[in-house]
């Protein structure tokens, strides 16, 4: 993890996320490291997770979607007026999926997210996955941000419709946000300035208790020389604009525009820079990129000089001498996708923007500022018109030594809206007991397991099957059906169990691995049916027909048996002392999360590996297949069969070395033992060339 590991709110923030379900808000002022820490959270949970903002702009900085793209909003207030346009607005199959399937959903820069925007999320959430009595359809949700920051926007109209609905247009007014009530964290420690006098200044504006020496002090830099390579911070983009034309045009050189080169999808919006990027020699430009290299020479936002251009080079003056030679970058247009075998969710590239990494930086809207750090600014705040700006833009700075304000500061340009001060005065943002965290991680266990035993959805894809011409099905759904008020009541004592202040974990341990032993033989029953149905019949067109609902409930089936298994894998380790949080991270340690899937992955294998799909698959590994060829035999994908195969590791029925060479397992062992667990992270250090069933057959081995 790339983060300060002294930092307790950090460390709790990411118990909380990986260990409960509970919706949690971290806030912090300008520099806590709430960028670093949504950074180390995207490689560091297990739950399938996307990340959303705002703004493009906000989005493009975290890594994510936009709010409305994803979930397809309209610009319209969600308010019951409006309920006929959501409801008439549809999300397509792949983002559907994704959303079915999704566990958490980070929303960052939540100081620009309107009220109605979130339950307008709400609703979308609770329709596509069906769950109408979950906020959210069940999904965790963090946010990050601080509320300190720019404010959510609304046309007057927009505003005098929402007025009648909520009590205030920040996130925190949502209905969601009231039914939920997140825990609210705050980060303490900041990172970005270190001169006490600063950072009193910012305290100061931030919360609207400036005092007449605060004004003075501030105002002592209003006007003075300000450094060559620093940029100016203003209020509107026209002013920002004006700026820069102006600035451009009065260099001698002549202009040169260079031309982006977009593949695919890219919408305007999200442009990162300009697709005619304008440049002269001498022209002052903002970075738009990091250092990935271990000198950290430059950063998001750091300013420079342009010295050269050339077709594919632009050579940049850092100050100093210090250049800089900058390519062309690229930057990826994804959307998510589902892999219906594995469950997982992944991003697929659909278009791309090639153009070197600068913008012009003469001038800069406060807005497109939010998230970066400057050396040296020129603040021209005259025209505030919202609360926050005036903190976003003196907390970009480092330290006071780089400021010049255009025009002197006073009171009535300082706004803080009195709701935000309630809220915070109302939240004091504090570290949960263990206690508390424990009883959280109790419950969140409780429903894990609830969720592993619930037939629910195999009980809906045999029912959708029942029209089927044999009885398999039909009696199968009846058996099933038969054992729900057995379940029901399994469920209770689960709940009953992890309520009270006496948790007796072998009895947990005991009755799982009963209603284990209970559903396992009719679950095995009804696959080894299809099994043998699916060979007498594999030339029947008729039964094609009914081939994807009755491969619905194979998968199903499968999965719950998997599911089983975890469950008694789960139980075991609360038994042994291990808390909610400990038994979850050695679930996790192969990079799959069980809740609320239905498909046959890895977590929790036994050594019991005995299902009729898995020995089929062994069986024709055995004969001299290869994975492929039993993936076309069989009709199932080869992360599937992977699957299939790795679970007989642990009987000794297979050797690692047998489903990769040597070479292979070396480098993929070497790569764990890094210290690694998300199985993305393994691939993309390996250079995508081992799949994720090698990387799951290494972790099983290992374990």
């Given at each position: ?6 930092n307790?709110v950090f460390?709790?923030a990411f118990?909380?996320?990986?260990s409960?379900?509970k ?13 670093t ?10 739950k399938r997770t996307l990340v ?8 493009i900085?975290a890594?994510?979607?936009t709010i409305?793209?994803?979930f397809n909003?309209?610009?319209?207030p969600?308010?019951?007026e409006n ?9 397509d ?5 994704i959303?079915?399937n999704?566990e958490?959903l ?6 620009m997210?309107r ?6 999320i709400?609703y979308?959430?609770r329709?596509?996955?069906?769950n109408q009595a979950?906020p ?5 949700v963090v ?6 920051q720019?404010s959510p926007i609304?046309?007057?109209t927009d505003?005098?419709?929402l007025k009648?609905y909520?009590s ?8 969601v ?6 825990i609210?964290?705050?980060?303490i420690?900041v ?12 305290n100061?504006?931030r919360e ?6 605060h ?11 300000a ?6 911070l203003t209020?509107?983009?026209r002013?920002a604009?004006?700026i820069n ?5 009065n260099?001698g050189s002549p ?5 982006a ?8 919006e999200?442009y990162?820079?300009s697709?005619?990027?304008k440049?002269?020699l001498?022209?002052?430009v903002m970075?738009?990129k ?6 950290k020479r430059?950063y998001?936002?750091k300013?420079g000089?342009?010295?050269k251009?050339?077709p594919?080079?632009?050579t940049v003056d850092l100050g100093?001498?210090?250049l800089?030679?900058?390519?062309e970058?690229v ?7 589902v892999d219906l075998?594995?469950q997982t969710v992944?991003?697929e590239?659909v278009?791309s923007f090639q153009?070197?990494?600068?913008k012009l ?19 021209d705040?005259g025209e505030?018109?919202?609360e926050g ?8 700075l480092r330290?006071?030594?780089?400021l010049?304000?255009k025009?002197?500061?006073?009171p ?15 939240n004091p ?8 965290l424990?009883n ?5 266990a409780g429903?894990i397991?609830a969720k592993?035993f619930d037939m629910?959805?195999l009980?809906h894809?045999i029912g959708?099957a029942q ?10 759904y009846?058996?099933l059906s ?6 029901k009541?399994f469920?209770v004592?689960?709940?009953d ?5 006496e948790k007796d ?5 005991e009755?799982?691995s009963?209603?284990a032993?209970?559903?396992s033989?009719q679950?095995n029953?009804?696959?080894?049916q299809?099994?043998?149905?699916d060979?007498?019949?594999a030339?029947d067109i008729n039964?094609?027909?009914?081939l ?6 194979k998968?199903?089936?499968?999965g719950?048996?998997?599911g089983?298994?975890?469950?008694k894998?789960f139980?075991a380790?609360l038994?042994t002392?291990k ?14 999360s069980?809740?609320g899937?239905s498909?046959?992955?890895l ?7 005995k299902n009729s799909?898995?020995r089929?698959s062994l ?6 297949k290869s994975?492929?060829?039993i993936?076309?035999?069989?009709k199932l994908?080869?992360?599937?069969i992977e699957f299939?195969?790795t679970?007989f590791?642990g009987?000794?029925?297979l ?7 040597s ?5 993929i062992k070497?790569v ?7 199985l993305s ?7 995508g ?6 990387i799951?057959?290494?972790i099983?081995?290992?374990s």
């Amino acid at each position: 993890m790339d983060f300060d590991r002294d930092n307790a709110v950090f460390l709790q923030a990411f118990e909380l996320i990986n260990s409960t379900d509970k919706d949690i808000f971290i806030s912090g002022k300008a520099g806590t490291g709430k960028t670093t820490f949504l950074k180390a959270l995207r490689t560091n949970t297990f739950k399938r997770t996307l990340v959303a903002a705002p703004t493009g702009v906000a989005a493009i900085n975290a890594a994510g979607v936009t709010i409305h793209s994803l979930f397809n909003l309209p610009r319209n207030p969600f308010v019951p007026e409006n309920m006929e346009i959501f409801h008439a607005r549809n999300l397509d199959n792949t983002t559907r999926e994704i959303i079915r399937n999704l566990e958490l959903l980070v929303i960052d820069e939540v100081s620009m997210l309107r009220c109605d925007t979130l339950d307008g999320i709400d609703y979308v959430l609770r329709r596509v996955r069906n769950n109408q009595a979950e906020p959210f359809g069940g999904i965790q949700v963090v946010y990050i941000g601080d509320l300190f920051q720019l404010s959510p926007i609304a046309s007057d109209t927009d505003a005098a419709i929402l007025k009648k609905y909520y009590s205030g247009r920040f996130f925190v007014d949502s209905n969601v946000y009231q039914l939920t009530n997140p825990i609210y964290l705050e980060l303490i420690k900041v990172y970005r300035q270190s001169d006490p006098e600063f950072l009193d200044i910012l305290n100061a504006v931030r919360e609207n208790k400036c005092s007449a020496s605060h004004f003075e002090l501030l105002n002592g830099y209003c006007k003075q020389e300000a450094n060559n390579n620093a940029i100016t911070l203003t209020t509107h983009n026209r002013k920002a604009d004006l700026i820069n034309e102006s600035n451009l045009s009065n260099i001698g050189s002549p202009e040169k525009v260079l031309s982006a080169k977009i593949v695919g999808t890219y919408p305007p919006e999200l442009y990162p820079t300009s697709k005619e990027l304008k440049l002269k020699l001498g022209a002052v430009v903002m970075l738009l990129k990091n250092d990935r290299s271990k000198v950290k020479r430059y950063y998001n936002g750091k300013t420079g000089i342009v010295v050269k251009i050339e077709p594919h080079k632009l050579t940049v003056d850092l100050g100093d001498n210090d250049l800089l030679e900058l390519e062309e970058e690229v930057w990826a247009n994804t959307r998510q996708r589902v892999d219906l075998e594995t469950q997982t969710v992944s991003d697929e590239q659909v278009g791309s923007f090639q153009q070197f990494p600068v913008k012009l930086a003469w001038a800069i809207t406060i807005h497109k500022s939010q998230g970066l750090t400057f050396d040296n600014l020129i603040i021209d705040a005259g025209e505030t018109f919202a609360e926050g700006q005036i903190y976003v833009a003196l907390s970009r700075l480092r330290s006071l030594a780089g400021l010049t304000l255009k025009e002197q500061l006073s009171p009535a340009l300082v706004k803080i809206n009195p709701r935000i001060k309630l809220f915070t005065d109302n939240n004091p943002g504090s570290m949960l007991s263990k206690d508390i965290l424990q009883n959280l991680q109790w419950g969140f266990a409780g429903r894990i397991l609830a969720k592993l035993f619930d037939m629910s959805d195999l009980e809906h894809y045999i029912g959708a099957a029942q029209n089927h011409p044999l009885s398999i099905v039909s009696s199968s759904y009846r058996s099933l059906s038969d054992l729900s008020d057995t379940f029901k009541k399994f469920c209770v004592e689960l709940s009953d169990t992890f309520k009270s202040d006496e948790k007796d974990f072998h009895k947990v341990f005991e009755r799982a691995s009963a209603a284990a032993g209970y559903f396992s033989p009719q679950l095995n029953s009804l696959l080894d049916q299809l099994r043998a149905f699916d060979k007498a019949h594999a030339d029947d067109i008729n039964y094609k027909n009914q081939l994807p609902a009755l491969r619905n409930v194979k998968r199903y089936a499968q999965g719950k048996l998997t599911g089983l298994t975890t469950a008694k894998t789960f139980t075991a380790s609360l038994q042994t002392g291990k808390n909610p949080g400990e038994a979850m991270a050695m679930l996790r340690k192969v990079g799959k999360s069980m809740i609320g899937t239905s498909q046959a992955n890895l977590m929790g294998v036994s050594a019991q590996a005995k299902n009729s799909l898995e020995r089929e698959s062994l069986d024709l590994f055995r004969s001299g297949k290869s994975i492929q060829e039993i993936s076309h035999l069989t009709k199932l994908g080869i992360p599937t069969i992977e699957f299939h195969l790795t679970t007989f590791l642990g009987t000794g029925e297979l050797d690692v070395l047998e489903l990769m060479d040597s070479s292979q397992f070396e480098r993929i062992k070497s790569v764990i033992e890094q210290g690694n667990t998300s199985l993305s992270e393994i691939r993309r250090q390996l250079g995508g060339t081992v799949s994720f069933g090698q990387i799951n057959a290494v972790i099983a081995h290992l374990s």
